[in-house]
């Protein structure tokens, strides 16, 4: 290694994708016998490897669910009235909730969404920005 943190970090990095490139690339025969050589289960290795990957998906949906959370904060307050609600505002007001979050329009289909379903949405958002002022994230992993 090097005095540069940096530099080990890359190195580490570059280490790192080489042996997640070398597991891909290995057959599930080639996989098996390298374990049996370490004296391991390949069963209780698969279990263990899918509870990890549970887990880490857990964990990875609890972030995703935090980071609407907080797009959520930072969007407007506002809370859309279904007779009054003028259709063309309440479009680009979840187009920028959601865009604040991270997911395109264009990928919910938003010309597809009915009006109800815009107005629904952003009911939903409302609904969910008021469930998280009472409750906490989980703090599993």
Same mark, same amino acid.
């Given at each position: 290694?090097?005095?540069?943190? !940096?530099?080990? /970090?890359?190195?580490?990095?570059?280490?790192?994708?080489?042996?997640?490139?070398?597991?891909? !690339? $290995?057959?599930?025969?080639?996989?098996?016998?390298?374990?049996?050589?370490?004296?391991?289960?390949?069963?209780?290795?698969?279990?263990?490897?899918? *509870?990890?990957?549970?887990?880490?998906? +857990?964990?990875? &949906? !609890?972030?995703?669910?935090?980071?609407? /959370?907080? =797009?959520?904060? *930072? =969007?407007?307050?506002?809370?859309?009235?279904? %007779?009054? $609600?003028?259709?063309?505002?309440?479009? +680009? +007001?979840? $187009?920028?909730?959601?865009?604040? &979050?991270?997911? *395109?329009? $264009?990928? /919910?289909?938003? %010309?597809?969404?009915?009006?109800?379903?815009?107005?629904?949405?952003?009911?939903?958002?409302?609904?969910? /920005?008021?469930? *998280?002022?009472?409750?906490?994230?989980? %703090?599993?992993?």
């Amino acid at each position: 290694m090097t005095d540069d943190p !940096k530099d080990d /970090r890359e190195a580490l990095e570059r280490l790192t994708a080489a042996m997640v490139e070398d597991l891909l !690339k $290995a057959s599930e025969e080639e996989l098996t016998a390298e374990i049996l050589d370490e004296g391991r289960n390949p069963s209780q290795e698969a279990e263990a490897m899918a *509870s990890f990957i549970e887990r880490a998906a +857990r964990r990875c &949906g !609890k972030l995703r669910l935090q980071t609407a /959370r907080d =797009a959520l904060k *930072s =969007a407007g307050k506002s809370k859309p009235q279904a %007779s009054t $609600a003028d259709m063309g505002e309440s479009r +680009r +007001r979840l $187009a920028a909730i959601l865009a604040a &979050g991270g997911v *395109s329009m $264009a990928a /919910r289909n938003e %010309s597809e969404l009915s009006d109800n379903d815009v107005l629904g949405m952003l009911a939903d958002i409302e609904e969910l /920005r008021a469930r *998280s002022k009472t409750k906490k994230p989980d %703090s599993d992993l």
